[in-house]
């Protein structure tokens, strides 16, 4: 992320918010109660609130 985040900033918002797609994905089949949209949608705000470092990428992209 360092290197491309440097030269390809703009490059790289495309994967990264792919990333949070999947990490979406992941946790709505993980957790049953996320499967409907709104209550997923609700939940990732707010983990991004409560834990807006939990993962590297979020730092450089915040939108869902």
């Known amino acids: 992320m360092n290197y491309y985040g440097r ?3 703009t490059r790289l918002h495309p994967l990264l ?5 999947y ?3 992941w946790a709505a089949n993980k957790y049953e109660r996320l ?3 709104k209550k997923r949608e609700k939940w990732w705000a707010g983990l991004i609130e409560r834990e807006p470092r939990l993962f590297t ?3 450089w992209i915040r939108s869902h």
Not at 17 to 21: F, G, L, M, T, V
Request: hydrophobic share 40%; aromatic share 24%.
């Open 7 to 9: 030269f390809y900033r």
């Open 17 to 21: 918010r792919r990333i949070n797609a």
């Open 57 to 59: 990428h979020w730092v």
């Open 35 to 37: 499967r409907s949209y």
């Open 23 to 25: 990490l979406m994905r």
